[in-house]
């Protein structure tokens, strides 16, 4: 299994509101522009210990565990 744990765009148990109710989420960071404010998250889905890569991993060569 391919997981993100250890991943330096991992961001994990992330708290946010989705119709009306709160998650806490596990985040890749995809994209880091020259300006250190300016990153495009994706959400991995709901948080869990081992987060586990997605199909459109950028790293997906470095995830394997």
Request: with cysteine; net charge negative; aromatic share 14%.
């Amino acid at each position: 299994m391919k997981t993100c744990n250890g991943c330096d765009r991992l961001i994990q148990q992330i708290k946010i509101i989705w119709d009306g109710a709160y998650y806490f989420v596990d985040l890749c960071v995809f994209e880091i522009s020259d300006n250190s404010f300016d990153r495009t998250f994706r959400v991995i889905g709901r948080h869990e210990k081992t987060a586990e890569a997605p199909y459109w991993c950028p790293k997906e060569a470095q995830n394997v565990q």
